[in-house]
């Protein structure tokens, strides 16, 4: 009910489309019954030669201005309805993506890509079949089955018509029957085309992966395999079609009997005039195509309702982070210091499995924190959580300048927090709009200036078309490490309070990675926090304190010489990379990318 009510706030939208459409529509309906009467009018007139050449003439005026009527009525529906539909379907498709990009990283987690992107194509257009050719339908074989008996009742012969509307009757009822065998084998189809597309898209982003492992040849077998089925599906769907055409013709025949052997009865005995005959005969023909329409309506409302449900399920979804009642709107910017407060954090759907417990810090402009630890220790879930991907179990666990995350604006928080994600992500367009990505100021000269600091300007200019160069999947492919400093440089376009590298350094070499972290001292001054995340010690030495993270727990907190006194988790790390470091430089030609880095 709902979800009619949802779909009922576009319609209502676009009732004079809809109204103008529907009347075009029935003046075609109208003006069509009438010119099987003309014809016969002209055939009784020969057939007792009382037809003069000037009645003729005028009959045939008549005719052809009725055709005309019917081609610019039919023009008009068509262009008022299906525009209708379009632009109904332009208007949800827009909602949907606003609503979505609204919805919490929860959602994401919890929905498969694939399934998301078919609400945008099969279900739309499942929408617009519903509100564009099944309303005319509908309407019109509605009004043309009332329009045509009433016409074969009143101006031939009742008797006749009953009689010879039976089969077409059969026709009818066998198509609700129909339309269900083909719902349940047209969804097959879907569902074996939609396996086949997810399988080319895995192949093809996959498809390092394939190579690497040699698996081309099993990749091809398994993908013969989904084609076959696809394949088979199809040929369900075009087998019932082609049973259900003679069958047609069959019934359609019956129908055309019946008339021909009784209305022939009729006509001899004078009951009926030939022309009202042959008249008769244009009515059963025109009356097939409403009669077919009934199932072809029952099977389109159906898919039409339910891609309408899947759609209305996107915006019945609400978004778990949002500005609330404490969110006290006079705050503009960050300032002041960060801290933790006890932050203990599990994930959503997961309650009993803390990845953070109880941690306690606090990072004062100016400071740099460092975090290190293990894969898997919950380094990445301190930037989710200060940027509210996710919210704190308990106001208070994350405070800066002294508010709660929640009491400062969400856009403001996000504005005022610079992060390089761990799967840092260029959009297909050029290197400059890339770095100057959520940035108010897009010029040249500050572009450039970021990716000096970011120490990736050399490799730009080196490029044929510098900062126009297209990256991701249309243009050039980066290296590792060129996207990490293009991310970071678009971190650093913003010049926010809180800077935020988690692993952004990993792909960079150690004596880039000096020179980006002295830039960074530099800008980021005495006004400023820091955030650095990283497997690698020398990436955060220098930091004025370093946590090291072991499953959660902070089990170490101080700076390089104080955990290095301490003998803990940080020493044995720092022992670890010493030997490594040794090693290469020992044996250069093993290992030139500089690959101990992962604790
Ligand atoms: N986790 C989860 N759901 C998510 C993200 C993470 O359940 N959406 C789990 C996986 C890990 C734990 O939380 O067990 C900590 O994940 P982090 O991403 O915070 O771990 P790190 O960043 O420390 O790991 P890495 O060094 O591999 O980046
Ligand atoms: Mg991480």
Same mark, same amino acid.
């Given at each position: 009910?709902?979800?009619?009510?949802?779909?009922?706030?576009?319609?209502?939208?676009?009732?004079?489309?809809?109204?103008?459409?529907?009347?075009?529509?029935?003046?075609?309906?109208?003006?069509?019954?009438?010119?099987?009467?003309?014809?016969?009018?002209?055939?009784?007139?020969?057939?007792?030669?009382?037809?003069?050449?000037?009645?003729?003439?005028?009959?045939?005026?008549?005719?052809?201005?009725?055709?005309?009527?019917?081609?610019?009525?039919?023009?008009?529906?068509?262009?008022?309805?299906?525009?209708?539909?379009?632009?109904?379907?332009?208007?949800?498709?827009?909602?949907?993506?606003?609503?979505?990009?609204?919805?919490?990283?929860?959602?994401?987690?919890?929905?498969?890509?694939?399934?998301?992107?078919?609400?945008?194509?099969?279900?739309?257009?499942?929408?617009?079949?519903?509100?564009?050719?099944?309303?005319?339908?509908?309407?019109?074989?509605?009004?043309?089955?009332?329009?045509?008996?009433?016409?074969?009742?009143? /101006? +031939?012969?009742?008797?006749?018509?009953?009689? @010879?509307? !039976?089969?077409? $009757? *059969?026709?009818?009822?066998?198509? #609700?029957?129909?339309?269900?065998?083909?719902?349940?084998?047209?969804?097959?189809?879907?569902?074996?085309?939609?396996?086949?597309?997810?399988?080319?898209?895995?192949?093809?982003?996959?498809?390092?992966?394939?190579?690497?492992?040699?698996?081309?040849?099993?990749?091809?077998?398994?993908?013969?395999?989904?084609?076959?089925?696809?394949?088979?599906?199809?040929?369900?769907?075009?087998?019932?079609?082609?049973?259900?055409?003679?069958?047609?013709?069959?019934?359609?025949?019956?129908?055309?009997?019946?008339?021909?052997?009784?209305?022939?009865?009729?006509?001899?005995?004078?009951?009926? /005039? +030939?022309?009202?005959?042959?008249?008769?005969? @244009?009515? !059963?023909?025109? $009356? *097939?195509?409403?009669?077919?329409? #009934?199932?072809?309506?029952?099977?389109?409302?159906?898919?039409?309702?339910?891609?309408?449900?899947?759609?209305?399920?996107?915006?019945?979804?609400?978004?778990?982070?949002?500005?609330?009642?404490?969110?006290?709107?006079?705050?503009?910017?960050?300032?002041?210091?960060?801290?933790?407060?006890?932050?203990?954090?599990?994930?959503?759907?997961?309650?009993?499995?803390?990845?953070?417990?109880?941690?306690?810090?606090?990072?004062?402009?100016?400071?740099?924190?460092?975090?290190?630890?293990?894969?898997?220790?919950?380094?990445?879930?301190?930037?989710?959580?200060?940027?509210?991907?996710?919210?704190?179990?308990?106001?208070?666990?994350?405070?800066?300048?002294?508010?709660?995350?929640?009491?400062?604006?969400?856009? #403001?928080?996000?504005?005022?927090?610079?992060?390089?994600?761990?799967?840092?992500?260029?959009?297909?367009?050029?290197?400059?709009?890339?770095?100057?990505?959520?940035?108010?100021?897009?010029?040249?000269?500050?572009?450039?200036?970021?990716?000096?600091?970011?120490?990736?300007?050399?490799?730009?200019?080196?490029?044929?078309?510098?900062?126009?160069?297209?990256?991701?999947?249309?243009?050039?492919?980066?290296?590792?490490?060129?996207?990490?400093?293009?991310?970071?440089?678009?971190?650093?376009?913003?010049?926010?309070?809180?800077?935020?590298?988690?692993?952004?350094?990993?792909?960079?070499?150690?004596?880039?990675?000096?020179?980006?972290?002295?830039?960074?001292?530099?800008?980021?001054?005495?006004?400023?926090?820091?955030?650095?995340?990283?497997?690698?010690?020398?990436?955060?030495?220098?930091?004025?304190?370093?946590?090291?993270?072991?499953?959660?727990?902070?089990?170490?907190?101080?700076?390089?010489?104080?955990?290095?006194?301490?003998?803990?988790?940080?020493?044995?790390?720092?022992?670890?990379?010493?030997?490594?470091?040794?090693?290469?430089?020992?044996?250069?030609?093993?290992?030139?990318?500089?690959?101990?880095?992962?604790?």
């Amino acid at each position: 009910m709902k979800t009619l009510k949802f779909a009922g706030r576009y319609v209502l939208r676009h009732w004079w489309q809809y109204l103008l459409g529907i009347l075009a529509l029935y003046l075609v309906d109208q003006v069509n019954v009438y010119v099987p009467e003309y014809t016969g009018n002209i055939i009784d007139g020969l057939t007792e030669q009382t037809l003069t050449l000037e009645g003729a003439l005028n009959i045939v005026w008549m005719i052809l201005g009725m055709g005309a009527i019917i081609a610019v009525g039919r023009f008009c529906w068509r262009f008022f309805i299906f525009g209708a539909a379009r632009s109904i379907e332009k208007e949800i498709r827009q909602d949907m993506y606003g609503h979505l990009s609204t919805l919490s990283m929860r959602y994401f987690n919890q929905h498969k890509t694939g399934d998301l992107m078919a609400h945008f194509t099969n279900d739309l257009m499942a929408v617009r079949q519903l509100l564009g050719m099944t309303v005319i339908t509908a309407f019109d074989a509605t009004v043309m089955m009332i329009l045509v008996l009433t016409q074969m009742i009143t /101006t +031939v012969d009742p008797r006749l018509t009953g009689v @010879s509307i !039976i089969p077409l $009757l *059969v026709i009818a009822v066998g198509d #609700v029957f129909y339309g269900r065998m083909m719902h349940k084998r047209f969804r097959e189809k879907q569902a074996a085309f939609s396996t086949l597309t997810d399988q080319v898209q895995e192949t093809i982003s996959g498809i390092r992966v394939i190579k690497a492992f040699v698996q081309e040849r099993k990749e091809l077998y398994a993908f013969a395999k989904t084609t076959e089925a696809t394949k088979e599906k199809n040929l369900n769907v075009v087998r019932l079609q082609a049973l259900m055409m003679p069958l047609m013709d069959i019934i359609i025949g019956c129908s055309s009997l019946l008339t021909l052997l009784y209305g022939g009865y009729l006509a001899i005995h004078g009951e009926i /005039t +030939v022309g009202q005959f042959v008249a008769f005969n @244009s009515y !059963i023909g025109m $009356l *097939v195509w409403p009669m077919m329409a #009934v199932g072809e309506c029952i099977t389109s409302i159906s898919q039409g309702t339910a891609s309408l449900g899947r759609i209305f399920g996107i915006f019945k979804e609400q978004p778990d982070i949002v500005d609330s009642a404490v969110t006290d709107h006079s705050i503009t910017a960050l300032s002041g210091e960060v801290r933790m407060n006890r932050l203990t954090f599990a994930y959503p759907g997961q309650p009993d499995v803390p990845v953070l417990r109880d941690i306690s810090v606090t990072i004062r402009p100016g400071e740099t924190l460092a975090v290190i630890g293990r894969t898997g220790a919950g380094k990445t879930t301190i930037p989710s959580l200060l940027t509210r991907l996710y919210d704190t179990p308990e106001p208070g666990m994350i405070t800066i300048g002294g508010r709660d995350v929640r009491e400062i604006p969400l856009s #403001v928080l996000r504005e005022g927090i610079a992060c390089v994600p761990q799967d840092n992500f260029l959009f297909s367009d050029t290197l400059q709009n890339n770095i100057a990505f959520g940035s108010a100021d897009k010029s040249l000269e500050s572009v450039i200036h970021a990716a000096e600091l970011a120490c990736i300007h050399d490799n730009i200019a080196a490029f044929p078309e510098q900062y126009q160069t297209v990256v991701g999947e249309r243009g050039v492919t980066l290296s590792g490490g060129q996207k990490q400093r293009s991310s970071i440089a678009r971190a650093l376009m913003k010049d926010a309070p809180i800077l935020i590298l988690d692993d952004a350094l990993s792909a960079v070499d150690t004596d880039t990675e000096r020179n980006i972290l002295d830039n960074l001292r530099t800008i980021r001054g005495n006004d400023r926090i820091t955030i650095i995340i990283a497997h690698r010690i020398s990436t955060i030495q220098d930091a004025d304190h370093i946590m090291v993270l072991d499953d959660g727990d902070m089990v170490e907190y101080g700076t390089h010489d104080e955990l290095i006194a301490n003998a803990g988790l940080y020493k044995s790390l720092f022992d670890k990379q010493q030997l490594e470091k040794q090693l290469r430089e020992e044996h250069p030609d093993q290992d030139a990318e500089g690959g101990a880095a992962h604790v």
